[in-house]
């Protein structure tokens, strides 16, 4: 058996209701964890695109693609390994409002990670860092130690290094 691998999954999709459970179905039926995903427009109109990010043997991606592929709605599916994106992740920390006055590293956290402040009232502060999901684990772990009030990840985001030919493909879709 091969050895998994950290794969990146772009499905071009009609926007359907239902579709979402499907797809997960496909992975839960393999007892595989989605570990993140994300649904927005994509570059062709009235097209909804996916990104999801799973770990498993390349043998067992490319049969899950065909399953992907066989649902109705679904345009296109690919997978690309993380050499294959570029890809960026974001998050928000919610902290208490002392911290950023009376903790001096809080403020050397911040510009050192290349984090930004996006609202500070009396009660709390927010912080924002988009990057790479080890910057964003690395940033986690310094802040948890004065006390996170709340923290949100989003899923991946990502476009391939090399052209998607599902552009080309899917201009006809729309004609």
């Given at each position: 058996m091969s050895e998994n691998k950290l794969f990146t999954v772009s499905i071009y999709t009609e926007n359907n209701i239902g579709l979402l459970n499907r797809i997960s179905a496909i992975f839960q039926r393999r007892h595989i964890n989605i570990e993140s995903i994300n649904s927005s427009i994509s570059e062709i109109e009235n097209v909804t695109k996916w990104i999801m990010v799973v770990e498993l043997?390349?043998?067992?991606?490319?049969?899950?693609?065909?399953?992907?592929?066989?649902?109705i709605e679904v345009i296109k599916a690919f997978y690309h390994t993380e050499d294959e994106t570029i890809y960026q992740e974001s998050c928000i920390f919610k902290m208490k409002s002392d911290l950023l006055f009376d903790e001096r590293q809080i403020q050397n956290i911040?510009?050192?990670?290349?984090s930004r402040i996006v609202t500070v009232n009396k009660e709390f502060f927010v912080i924002e860092k988009s990057g790479r999901k080890e910057e964003i684990d690395l940033l986690h772990k310094e802040l948890i130690v004065f006390g996170i009030?709340?923290?949100?990840?989003?899923?991946?985001?990502?476009?391939?290094?090399?052209p998607m030919e599902i552009s080309k493909m899917l201009s006809a879709f729309n004609q």
């Open positions: 043997p390349e043998d067992q991606m490319k049969k899950i693609i065909g399953q992907i592929e066989k649902q911040i510009k050192e990670s290349n009030m709340q923290f949100t990840r989003s899923g991946r985001i990502a476009v391939t290094k090399e």
